[in-house]
């Protein structure tokens, strides 16, 4: 069961290599630490003042490349800085009442992590640590396919210990919780057997593991997780509002739903593996309906950092086809470009709604009204609700006779609130 904070969370999510403008590579050995972890703290202020409380950091490690190739787990990226550029930016988050999420690269290193380097040579002990193929075992397995990821043996007593370990540290430190990448490759077992030496530590932390696709209730249950990212849904925003198909979302909203019963999962529109929402809707007008289910129903919302600006960038299939949704940032929001202040506007809006309504995060939402391009969802409480009216019609659309009562936020005024002119969206009191 998640800690209590996790019910009022609302993650503001950064990719801090890219946010720096670090190099793509590690530093050569013997470089200084480049202490850029610090351009981080001019922008805390600006994640409250959108309505966030969390600040949920992609890779922070030491690693050759991108970050998800961990080289090791206990020492800050030099690119980023060092032990006390961690330290210090927890404690500005501290002095800010905002939570810090950490992202643990469990099921696999890069070439240069030390257990790897010694298993190369032949060191049995060593060998024990990574899975092997081949007829004498002689080949590493990989991520995916990808020849820079050594795959750990998670059945190995010595790397349960060594992950246990990576975790009561930096939860020690002051991290609040964990995101666990790629945690739908690693066997059940592994987080059954790290995770209650860790929790018996820190009861308080919050562990969510990446998730694509399968019963995300039952990953849940059986690994002892407190939630998954809820990928299902993400897609089904998007792909309703572009198809202007709303009995897709209707579905996923009902299964999402049913999730609650178990868990509350990880919402998001964008992160740093996936094209930004902004680039991703074909019709810019929708992007309010997206951000209103994401704050009209249950779940762990997160924020993209940069999507709350209308960032555009699209993920491609290739070496360095991140870059574009994972861009440097500027020194502090002032260097913002003007053009993302109407849609933090937005963001601020209905950010403002869900943290007026923290009991969204475990609401269950019925269907109330579907066809094509209207769609109306009803998310419950124990004492109240909240109502999202969506349209995608090019034509005005009055839904029919719901119970409702005050406008929380909406697209465009009406004087019937239950009249959509074309492509808009209306939040109202249930």
């Not at 039952?218 to 198809?243: M, P, R």
């Not at 109306?376 to 009216?389: K, N, Q």
Request: hydrophobic share 40%; proline share 7%; glycine share 10%.
């Amino acid at each position: 069961m998640s800690a209590p904070w996790t019910d009022h969370v609302i993650w503001w999510q950064v990719y801090p290599l890219g946010f720096v403008g670090a190099e793509r590579e590690a530093l050569p050995p013997g470089d200084a630490p480049h202490h850029r972890l610090g351009r981080l703290e001019p922008w805390l202020d600006y994640l409250l003042e959108l309505g966030c409380s969390g600040l949920a950091l992609g890779p922070v490690f030491a690693s050759g490349s991108h970050g998800y190739d961990t080289t090791d787990f206990f020492r800050i990226d030099p690119r980023l800085g060092d032990d006390g550029d961690f330290d210090r930016l927890v404690e500005a988050c501290r002095s800010r009442g905002i939570r810090v999420l950490l992202d643990g690269v469990f099921n696999h290193v890069g070439r240069d992590f030390e257990p790897f380097r010694r298993a190369e040579q032949g060191d049995p002990e060593a060998r024990r640590w990574f899975r092997w193929h081949g007829k004498h075992g002689e080949h590493p397995e990989f991520f995916e396919g990808h020849d820079l990821l050594v795959a750990l043996d998670h059945d190995e007593p010595a790397v349960q210990e060594h992950v246990g370990a990576v975790m009561r540290h930096w939860l020690g430190r002051g991290a609040d919780g964990w995101r666990l990448d790629a945690a739908y490759q690693v066997p059940h077992a592994f987080w059954r057997a790290v995770l209650p030496g860790v929790r018996a530590e820190h009861p308080d932390a919050w562990f969510v593991g990446e998730v694509i696709h399968g019963d995300y209730a039952a990953f849940v249950t059986e690994t002892g997780l407190d939630a998954v990212t809820q990928y299902e849904l993400w897609k089904a925003i998007w792909s309703a509002l572009n198809d202007r198909n709303f009995y897709e979302l209707a579905h996923a909203i009902e299964r999402h739903s049913a999730m609650l019963d178990t868990f509350a999962p990880q919402t998001f529109l964008g992160n740093h593996d996936v094209t930004r929402i902004a680039s991703r809707l074909e019709n810019g007008e929708h992007l309010g309906h997206a951000l209103a289910v994401l704050m009209g129903v249950g779940g762990v919302p997160t924020i993209y950092a940069g999507d709350e600006q209308a960032f555009t960038g699209v993920k491609e299939e290739h070496e360095f086809g991140d870059d574009a949704v994972r861009p440097p940032f500027p020194d502090d929001p002032a260097g913002l470009a003007p053009f993302g202040a109407p849609t933090r506007e937005l963001h601020q809006r209905l950010i403002g709604v869900r943290r007026r309504h923290p009991w969204l995060t475990r609401a269950r939402t019925a269907v109330e009204h579907l066809d094509n391009t209207t769609l109306a969802l009803r998310s419950t409480g124990p004492d109240e609700a909240v109502v999202v009216l969506l349209s995608t019609d090019d034509e005005p659309r009055r839904f029919p006779d719901l119970p409702h009562g005050e406008t929380l936020a909406e697209a465009t005024g009406t004087d019937d609130p239950l009249l959509l002119p074309p492509h808009t969206w209306r939040m109202l009191r249930g």
